[in-house]
């Protein structure tokens, strides 16, 4: 194909377009797909030089825009290389089908720049070697059923497309044309024919010069219109427009046509009739609507083309400054004109992508929303939302957080060997600090000992001696804050009067003590038990749990003893600290004994096995089993939560204490993965969560199949046909399920084990002459649907039905075909019970070792592998039912090439003519032969050129021969199958004389080319960007061709790399490679050869860029 040529630009005409660029690094090329394969196409665009992210558009045709088909069959894919700034788009056909095949256009767009790239696709079959091992797939139908006709199974035309040979289009390379003189003078119905095939992608333009350069000429009355359409209209986005014509005949029909295809009345196209006016009103336009109409009046048509335009998108509730501390959330909102109108919000001029996860961006409606979730000193600068209508700009300062004390530390006074404990709590978890006494920093020791537990800090001192006492503070690191406190140290002063007193125990029932000598613990609180003991001289004491002693060491369960008091301390309890202990007290005078029982009481164990036993549209069922151990109380109750797969948000379902362990939850979003999770809930508090449950989704079963019918019956099988559910949901349709039962019975038999996808099942093995019912289930992950039953039971038994042969269109002329190929004959035939088939030829039996014949319940086949002519002649194929028959009747011609020409011979010579004739070959290849081919050779050079073609009489003339050469000639016959492989050569050959002529050539002057040289294209004063890489162009002749030298500043640049010198027959050009300051001044272009010199000069002026130019970029 010749390359297109490229639209002139007609003076005055205003750009329809932004700038045509180069924007691609890689194109999408044309291809060649196997059917049922899948392809992919590949664009690259480099995004160096722009400020925003390219857009890009997969158009098929002129109209169909592929991004609003994407699903299964059509994928997009689109990466970005940070490195490179190549954005690579992706587009994949999935199991490609004949329908794909065409035209495309990949379309890029940024800002004030676009480009774009045609490529064709064109759709193979598969190869021969898999249609001959799968050689039935062949013998489908090319068009379905249609409902509630009574054609059967045979319904539709046979396709043998997919059984015929490819035979390569030879391309031959055409002279190129003028597109403008065919357009002219081409419908305008074609121009996007012609536009597709010499590659133009500016219709619009196109449409313009057009117009420009055709003639004005009368216009031609119309017999239907007495007013035609406008050339073109002009609607905003939104708006309303009408088309009005006017008929000559009021009663008229008319019909609309969009883009070639009819339009149908609809709430967004109305049709209206008042007398002879025909209107055609569009509501609500928008950019679909921007397309070429037509109006048809009998064969008459009048026709416009409607321009949508699209107003800018205006801010109109601008962003507001944000001032927050660290952590805190913040959030962005602006308002904009248009609810579908797209914005791009920007960070210290960055753009914010969606692969941010530090921000999120959130649209409702014409609300557009920046979401931070918490704030950082990072996030410190100027945010901004752009529309193709303006921009708003507002900044984010961000503090820290100010430290709070949530409890302050508290005076204490203690005595001697009692521990003292300091506590305060702080807002933030993070932070850390340290402890003084008397403002000297405390090291820790074994008795002073400092933790930090979340919120919390504490300073512990064990053994408290007089020299503790003093002043306490606690300064949190990095915060100008301080807690104090102070300790007192109280000293007590006892008589000691020596007496002799047995020993005894006095215990304090009261407290903790939920019944005589048992004491409750809830888990991790600190068990404390002070026991009073009296005895002189002082009594020694020994606790034990069961046989083991219990020390005075240091650790989490141990005994303080003093005087008359000896307490039992248990340091964050445990379950392993349940149980019986014994105190024992002696002394000189006796012992005394005492039992105490610690029960431990915790909050329970987390629920065990959740999960979903069912769903609904919006509802799921929710089962788990009790906690292993309750706490040592009893269980109140639960609580729910869940939230949606792979977010962090759970969501409380219940509020109140729910006390079964199956519950409903509701108001769920279908086909939306959920995950559950529950607490369990006792007098001590809530359990940790339990495992989160498998994934679960709530859907709803389809509504019931529709139009369940009876395709056929037979003696024990019956074939039923339905349509698919109205209402699918969100999950689909796996398949269907089939039951039957008798009339009257209650025991429905299921017919398939495993759902089937088609609708349409034959239903087997059922019981001769008994009447029964059918029903048909929708299943999907939900389950299955209500059934789709029928209202009158069917009777089993065998329908007679005369033969009768369904002969197709194609076989009812003569079937012709070339030797060697294969001849695949489908003729279908019904009649019940199976009809007896049989195949003669020429009224004898068929030979079955050259054709092959394949009968089944519906159709037989006539298969030859390898075509010959003795397999030409009438087939009759005979459908008979004991006495009903039915015949027909397939005429094969099978054809070769024909045989060469005889007797070739050269009748007569004249001048520069010479007569010949030959006779018709003897082997016409059982066809008509369709004319002959006729070539010369000069004997000289013996090479062959054709003089005739397709010469339909057995005689010709050959004129304009060479005079003084001899010349043979050969003939070749064609008929349907082609040219004859041999050709006949003439016996004789015809000699051209020559005559006694003399020429004479004219004298002439030879012109002399040299010219010294001249700049017919000067050089032109510029201002440049410093940063930007510039070029500076003239253009000279002379020859010699003259040498070039560039100048700066009247200093020979040579060879400087950040100059490249370029010269293009006599265009030449300077490239300065990312010009500075210093790069400026006057530029000369000297051209030099032996008939003289010229030269041409131009002054650069390099400026820096500004603010307010990088903002508009």
Known sequence: ???????????????????????????????????????????????????????????????????????????????????????????????????????????????????????????????????????????????????????????????????????????????????WAILTKADPCDYEKIAFEYGITDLRGMLKRLKKMRKPVEPKKSDAFLKKLDDAYSVQKGKRIQLVVELANPNAQVKWLKNGVEIKPSAKYVFETVGGLRKLTINKCNLSDDAAYECVVDDEKCFTEVFVKEPPVLITKALDDMHVVVGDKVEFECEVSDEGANVIWMKDGIEITRDLTRYRIKKDGKKHMLIIGEATKDDIGGFTVFTNGGHSEAELDVEDKELEVLQSIADLTVKAAEQAVFKCEVSDEKVTGKWLKDGVEVVPSNRFKMTHVGRIHKLTINEVKPEDAGDYTFVPDGYALSLSAKLNFLEIKIDYVPRQDPPKIHLDTTGSMVSKNTIVVVAGNKLRLDVEITGDPAPAVCWRKGDTEITEAEGRVHVETRKNLSSFVIEGAERSDEG????????????????????????????????????????????????????????KGYLMERKKKGSQRWTKLNFDIFESTTYEAKKMIEGTMYEMRVFAVNGIGISQPSETSKPFMPIAPTSEPTRLTVDDVTDSTCALKWRPPERLGAGGIDGYIIEWCKEGGTEWVQANQQPVEKNNYRVRNLPVGERLLFRVFAVNIAGRSPPATMQQAVTIREIMEQPKIRLPRQLRTKFIRKVGEKINLVIPFQGKPRPSVTWTKDGEPLDTKTVNVRTSEADTILFIRSAEREHSGKYTLTVQIENMEDKGTVEIQIVDKPGPPVAVTVSDVWGFNAALEWTPPKDTGNCEILGYIIQKADLKTKEWFTVYDHNRRPHCTVSDLVMGNEYTFRVLSENLCGRSDEAGISKNTAVITKTDLQHNAPSYKEMDPSSSPKFITPLVDRSLIAGYSAAITCAVRGFPKPKIVWMKNKMIIGDNPKFIMLNNQGVLTLNIRKPGKFDGGNYTCRAINDLGVDEVECRLEIRAVTEKEEVKK
């Open 1 to 179: 194909m010749p390359e297109p040529k490229k639209p002139e630009v007609v003076p005055g005409e205003e750009r329809q377009m932004s700038e045509v660029t180069g924007l691609f690094v890689q194109r999408p090329e044309s291809a060649t797909a196997i059917k049922g394969k899948d392809i992919t196409f590949v664009a690259k665009v480099d995004s160096s030089k722009m400020l925003r992210k390219p857009a890009i558009k997969w158009v098929k045709g002129k109209w169909m825009d592929l991004g609003s088909k994407a699903g299964k069959h059509l994928q997009f894919k689109e990466t970005y290389d940070r490195n490179s700034k190549i954005y690579t788009y992706e587009m994949s056909i999935i199991k490609i089908v004949d329908a794909d095949a065409g035209g495309y256009r990949c379309e890029v767009t940024a800002k004030d720049k676009c480009d774009s790239c045609m490529f064709e696709i064109t759709v193979e079959v598969v190869e021969e070697t898999q249609q001959q091992a799968n050689i039935l797939e062949s013998f489908k139908r090319s068009k379905p059923k249609k409902e509630g006709g009574d054609a059967g199974e045979d319904a539709g035309d046979l396709d043998f497309s997919g059984l015929l040979k490819k035979r390569e289009v030879k391309v031959t390379e055409k002279e190129e044309v003028d597109v």
């Open 580 to 635: 019986k202990y014994t105190i024992t007290v002696t002394n000189p005078a006796g012992e005394d004994k005492a039992e105490l029982t610690v029960k431990i009481v915790d909050v329970p164990d987390p629920p065990q096995n959740v999960k979903c036993t069912g769903v609904g549209e919006d509802t799921a069922t929710i089962i788990w089993e009790v906690p292993k151990f309750d706490g040592g109380a009893p269980i």
